[in-house]
């Protein structure tokens, strides 16, 4: 049974970070490539970020040169730290496979607020 456990989020000031976590179980993690979604008030889920299992990396045009992804298979956890963050930088945030659709599992998600 796929679980998926976010943590991290909170308030912050723009120009500030946090580093979000995400322990996922009930695949084999180590060869499963991850994502990070978000999504904000009225909009759609957003994909951000994506690792495989190799370890390459890629993001969207908005987040490029501020958030890093990370994996840590001995613990089964995926990573985002977020730095200079931004007011649109507010929203939910999800990890999940990256082909995810809204009919899969999905775990809470975690807040994240950016103030200005």
């Known amino acids: 049974q796929v679980q998926l456990v976010e943590s991290g989020g909170g308030l912050v000031q723009a120009g500030g970070s946090l580093r979000l976590s995400c322990v996922a179980s009930?695949?084999?993690?180590?060869?499963?490539?991850m994502a990070w979604y978000r999504q904000a008030p009225g909009k759609q889920r957003e994909l951000v970020a994506v690792?495989?299992?190799?370890?390459?990396?890629t993001y969207v045009d908005s987040v490029k040169g501020r958030f890093t992804i990370s994996r840590d298979n001995t613990k089964n956890t995926v990573f985002l730290q977020m730095n200079n963050l931004k007011p649109e930088d507010t929203a939910v945030y999800y990890c999940n496979r990256p082909e995810s659709t809204r009919y899969d599992y999905w775990g809470q998600g975690t807040q994240v607020t950016v103030s200005s």
């Open positions: 690792i495989t299992s190799g370890r390459s990396t």
């Open positions: 009930g695949y084999f993690f180590s060869i499963t490539a």
